[in-house]
């Protein structure tokens, strides 16, 4: 909980104070909203900086160690890394001030920017079928935040930490179980991919769970805080990677990106009771809302997508493929 909040509610004065609307009684955190604006435009610029300076490495050059070692010597893959950090650091202190639900969706909008960079370096228009993805994104995203109106909801304690990191484990069992329906490619896919995206929006729990101990510092609460925020991001990872090992990226890239926002809405609702604000046809609305948000990351991420060929797995964020290959880069938080 930051400094000047009360367990009752939130604060009212100072800097970044909550604005409380006089009709509706929700809560809208300015400044989480800016940082997670910023954190997605900074992802999707790094995002396309990394997958430019991995591109331009031949396949010949060796496999992935040596790829990581020559990239450690590329100035521009430096530079993406270290923005991905700067990212990342924005990242937690959005989750610090708002909501999962409200700063994940907002990342998962950063796709839009992505599209914007990457057109802008091949210098071309948007195809149409990104134009239309992207429009229908940002609409689901609109229609959660500002019909919804998610609320702040608990902090992140020792009961949302083990109810995470059961949830965590259940998704390590539905990942093996995925991965052995890989006689059935599409249904594989999809779980997997599913999956990968849930336990990136697990990692965001514990994210915000290490934001909050600004100012009052637990050694115990950080730790499980810190290794379940690894532990979500190496299992997602893994899952990621093995589902791009065993199918198209057509069929995984969707699944990947849009189980993100989709597992966020359900964690933060559940496990940390952010209450939605915008009445009686709130729940309408952030349904629909969602299910613009898949279909646009669908029509988005298929429209940036070869028709075949395999994708190479990427660090912790699901991403670009290998250099002989276009895709859309989809911005994500990296560790």
Known sequence: MPPGSCPGGPARHGPGAWRLSRRTGSIVRVPSL????????????????????????????????????????????????SLAVLALGLHTAALRHGSVIVVQSLLTAGLVVALAVEAARERRLLRLGEAA????????????????RPGRGDPVRLTEQLITLTALAVLG?????????????????????????????????F??????????FHPAVALIDLGGFLAASA??????????????????L?????????????????????????????????????????????????AGTPPAGRAAATPHRPGPADSQQRTVTVPRPGT
């Open 133 to 148: 993805g992207a429009a229908l994104l940002v609409a689901g995203v609109v229609l959660v935040l500002a019909v919804g």
């Open 207 to 216: 994210l915000k769970g290490i934001a909050g101990l600004a100012g009052h």
């Open 254 to 302: 969707p699944a990947v990106t849009a189980g993100d926002p989709l597992a966020a809405f359900a964690v933060g609702r559940l496990v940390l009771h952010e209450r939605l604000t915008g009445g009686p046809v709130a729940s309408l609305a952030v349904t629909a809302g969602l299910v613009l948000m898949a279909v646009g990351i669908t029509v988005t991420t298929s």
């Open 235 to 252: 299992l997602g990872n893994l899952v990621v990677q093995r589902a791009y090992q065993l199918a198209p990226l057509r069929f995984v």
């Open 34 to 81: 800016l940082l997670a604006v910023a954190a997605a435009c900074v992802f999707a610029v790094a995002s396309n900086v990394q997958r430019h300076a991995a591109s331009v490495v031949p396949l010949e050059a060796g496999g992935p160690v040596r790829l990581i070692l020559r990239l450690l010597r590329t100035p521009q893959w430096l530079l993406g890394s």
């Open 173 to 205: 069992g539905t990942a093996w179980a995925g991965f052995r329906l890989h006689h059935r490619l599409r249904l594989s896919a999809l779980v997997m991919g599913a999956t990968a995206g849930a336990c990136f929006a697990l990692d965001a729990v």
